[in-house]
Every structure is written in C-alpha cells, then in structure tokens.
C-alpha cells in the first residue's frame, strides 16, 4: 500500500503518499470564482512584499507560518497573486481543523503493564519479515527494543490508539489529528463518509481506514502476549493524522504534521504516502496549465521546507518509495494526476525534474519493498537516485518461499471497525477471509491483517530507525534526541548489501521486467542493503 497521496501500503492508494489539498480542478480561473484560501509561499525575507502581491490581486491575509514561508490568503485570482517575483508558489488550502496547543514535553506517560514473553507473541510465527531482519528473541529483542523515551510519529489516516496491540505503547498526549473529515468533494461525490464525530473530526486515537494502525503495529506492537511484536516494541506511538479516511493527503495537513513532530520533540516519523493530487510535481511543465504549475511549485516547496524544518530538530524522516513498479528515474508519462477530485486525471509527459513528494525529497530515506524470498517486489518502485533503502513490505508474487497467498504479506494490527465495515468479519466477530486473523486471550480478542506495499516496508525502517535512537539518542526534547545524518548513516552502515539479481532486467511473475543498475553498495533495487534490525542493535557507535 501506499496512502493516497500514494499510499504505499496495502497496493490501494492510499497514496498515501500524500495530499496535495487542493480543491476543486486546478484550471484557469473564471470571472465569477469564488474567493477561496490559498497557501502563498514567499521567498526568503520576502513576506512583506508577498503580502503586498496578494493585497494588491484583492486578497486578504487571513494567517501566516513564519517557519515554514508561507501566508494564508482568501483570495479569487490566485494567479495574480503568484505572477510576482516574491511568491514561490500558490496552492488551494483544505479544511483541516485546528489542534490544542503543543506542548513541549511529553508530559506525564502512563504505560500500561505489558507482559515480556521470552519467545515471542502468539503470531510471531507469521512474521517472516522479522525473521527477515533480525527482529526476534534471539536477534534485536535481545539485546535493543527501543525506549519510552523515544517517540515515533506516524503520519497516515489515524492511529487506533485502543486496539490491545497498539494501546501499551500509544501516547494518547501527544497524538494530534490535523485533518476534518468531508462526507463528500465539492463535486458532490462521496469521499470520507458519514460524520461520526462532533465537527467532522475524529478524535486522536481513531482510524477509520486502517493504514495508520497497520504500519504503527509493524513499528512498535508490544511483546505482551497477545497478536504480533513490532521492530521496537517499547517505543512511544504518536499518532500525527495527516490523511483524510479516504486516504488523501493535501498538503498543509502533512506540512503541520512534520511541523508539529519536530516542535515536541518526534523523534523519527513515517510517511507511507504521497502528497496529494500530484504523482509527480513539475515546476515548469508545458502541458500544465498556469495553475496547476503553481500549485505543483507550493507543493515542492512546501514539503522542502517542512523536511528541512523537521530535520533541523532532530526529526529522522522515513518514507515509502511508491507502488507503481516504476523506475522514478526515467518515468516519462503521468496519467493518475491530478487525483483529486475524481475525475481530475489527466495524461501528461513529464521527465526526471517532476518529483514525487516526499520520496524524491533530500533528506528523506525512501524505502523500496522486497517479498519473503528477498527479491525487490514487482509493484515497488525503485531507481538508482532514489532507492535508499530497502525492507520486506510482501508481495504475492513471491513464491519459492513455502509460503502461500496472504501469508507472502506483511501481518499488523488493523481495527475491528474497519474490518467490519469492509465486511470482513461476520457479525460474531469470525474473520471471513484468509487474510484477517483473529486473536484472542482473556476473553479479549484483537484482529490483525495481511496487507502489502512499500506502506508495509517504511514502518521496517522506521522500527530500526527507533532502535539506534533509543540506543545513542542523548536527553532532549521529548525525551531522546539524535542527528538525523548520524542516524541514517547507522541504517546504511549496518543494512545488509544486496546487489541487483543477475541478470539485471529482471522479469516478474507479473510479466512485467525492470531494470536494476547499480554496483552491490548501492543499487536501484536495494538501495544500501536489506535493513538489519539485529545489527543495529549491536554495532558499536
């Protein structure tokens, strides 16, 4: 998959990869448009002469961001506003609600009792991809499991911060949801559903669509006897919503969140999705209309500095790479943009300067998605430029293994509720389909899911990411704090090299070849090697 934006987890979109927030198509305005908010990025020391722009184009200033650039302007003509020198870029904003006051500590953290069980959890049989990596009780278990103190975001459609497997480690004070749900677009279609909750807005320990769960639960399920056992399963869960239900992420929703983690102290984040409605932002395309370039440069520049904001406090930065099995390199044709609203897509060329946010950012370690016999998985995306990383996220496709059907993907905490919705379990509560499980101890049960996508492979990362931290983090905000440099530079240093398979085009069971260039330290398949979460348990530093 992969969230909507992009959603790299279960193959859906949930792309999530991300959300532009844009509404409404991004063409040229007409005379009797409506005034609507707009994200106005200034260029460096320009803030005053961009409100004057937008002033002067008959708009108004409704709010600004001094750390990231950027004004909020209620405006009808935004190409007026972004014809000057001043202003980098203009985008649409998106209702997204407002969240209480950060605070700066964690504050007081009650953890529940959790239960160590020597051999692992009663479904630690199905995790392959520990095995994998060295996640077991002979391997990192035994030596790094990660710490309270450090705090890992999650940034996807919600957190169910109730489920048995997530609630020990879930930090219900710090967690922030910055999105409002919209039953429907402005087309009128539905998007997100019925409102369960006052305003449109979940509360903070809610998924309504299953990713987030999925991908916290890889990251830091406890050891507690019950379900499944994460990368780093004494580590503190901070659910940072950024996508819809629907699994859109727009663009200031995703910018506060990062801004957010590195104000309280977020140690790493994960990011298995992509901004929405762009697959790939192009500053300068010809066949983009004048408006949708603005918006495209918002977006870039946006996310750029929000990465450059989150990594300048301490925030390690995790993303999946993308689930189309394209080489991000040489991608020439764009046909899922813009994906919002339904019906927006469009055919378009574009070349290696069109990004996909964040994955193609700098300083964001993208990871690429392998199936239980190590080989890079068919729908992965992959590149020599881009590829920094790579972990087990499943794949049907990958036999020779013993293993069969779902059981070839990655098994994580999902919410009773969504699998109900989805008609997944039957009204007892008794999965009908191979691909849920169910467990139960105590008279409590808890359901988990088999999904796949390089949604399913970042959470990997970011586990092992939590575990260098917890091992050299030093007192900081929030509790441990580490340089994002020294930190990536342990991923790769005790990642395990892989080189590309021979021959290099490689056909998949799907029909489909790709291409892995490259030498074994560092290859367009595999980036710096298989991650090793034994290893960076016990390397010295």
């Not at 991809?129 to 450090?150: E, F, L, N, Q």
């Not at 890992?152 to 109730?162: C, F, M, R, Y």
């Not at 710090?174 to 677009?185: A, G, I, K």
């Not at 629907?246 to 999705?273: C, I, Q, R």
Request: proline share 6%; aromatic share 6%.
């Amino acid at each position: 998959m992969y969230a909507r934006g992009r959603l790299a987890g279960a193959i859906m979109s949930i792309t999530m990869l991300g959300g532009l927030g844009a509404a409404g198509l991004p063409g040229a305005a007409s005379a009797s448009e409506p005034a609507r908010n707009y994200l106005v990025f200034y260029t460096d020391g320009h803030r005053a002469t961009a409100e004057r722009a937008a002033e002067a184009a008959g708009g108004t200033i409704q709010g600004r961001d001094d750390k990231l650039g950027y004004l909020v302007v209620r405006a009808s003509d935004p190409e007026k506003i972004g014809a000057d020198p001043s202003v980098v870029g203009v985008t649409l904003d998106r209702p997204i609600g407002k969240t209480a006051g950060a605070p700066v500590t964690s504050g007081a953290r009650h953890a529940e009792h959790v239960r160590s069980v020597p051999g692992g959890d009663p479904l630690s049989g199905r995790q392959w991809d520990m095995k994998m990596i060295g996640a077991t009780p002979t391997g990192s278990y035994a030596k790094a499991r990660g710490s309270h103190k450090v705090l890992v975001g999650v940034i996807d459609t919600g957190v169910d911060g109730k489920h048995p497997d997530i609630a020990p480690n879930f930090n219900r004070a710090l967690s922030r949801n910055f999105v409002v749900d919209e039953p429907t677009d402005e087309n009128g279609k539905p998007l997100d559903g019925p409102c369960e909750h006052k305003g449109c807005k979940d509360p903070a320990d809610v998924d309504d669509d299953g990713h987030g769960t999925h991908v916290a639960s890889t990251i830091g399920s406890p050891i507690n006897g019950i379900g499944v056992s994460g990368v780093a399963p004494d580590v503190s869960l901070v659910n940072l919503r950024a996508g819809t239900d629907s699994g859109f992420f727009f663009l200031k929703p995703t910018m506060d969140a990062l801004e957010y983690a590195a104000d309280v102290g977020v140690d790493v984040v994960n990011m298995s999705f992509f901004v929405d409605p762009w697959a790939f932002n192009c500053a300068n395309n010809a066949s983009d209309t004048n408006r949708e370039r603005l918006e495209q440069r918002a977006i870039l520049e946006g996310m750029r500095r929000a990465v450059k904001y989150a990594r300048a406090h301490g925030v390690t930065l995790v993303t999946a790479i993308g689930n189309e099995g394209l080489d991000l390199g040489k991608v020439k044709n764009d046909t899922s943009s813009p994906d919002f609203p339904k019906g927006s897509e469009k055919k378009r060329s574009v070349d290696n300067t069109c990004l996909s946010v964040p994955a193609e950012l700098d300083g964001v370690i993208s990871v690429s998605s392998v199936g239980p016999g190590g080989q890079k998985a068919s729908y992965s995306d992959y590149g020599v430029e881009q590829t920094d990383i790579a972990a087990p996220g499943g794949d049907m496709f990958d036999g020779g293994t013993g293993l069969k059907g779902a059981s070839r993907e990655i098994l994580a905490a999902v919410p009773e509720n969504v699998l109900r919705a989805k008609g997944l379990v039957d009204a007892a509560g008794t999965p009908k389909t191979s691909s849920v499980i169910r467990d139960c101890h105590d008279g409590k049960c808890a359901y988990y899911q088999y999904l796949e996508g390089t949604s399913m492979a970042a959470p990997h990362v970011t586990g092992v990411a939590a575990l260098i931290i917890g091992r050299f983090g030093k007192p900081g905000k929030g509790g441990l704090q580490m340089d994002p440099a020294q930190v990536e530079r342990m991923l790769y240093a005790t990642a395990t090299p892989k080189g590309c398979p021979a021959p290099r085009t490689y056909r998949y069971g799907t029909g489909e070849s790709q291409v892995c260039e490259g030498p074994t330290a560092k290859n367009g398949f595999f980036g710096h090697g298989l991650v090793d979460a034994a290893r960076a348990a016990t390397v010295a530093p």
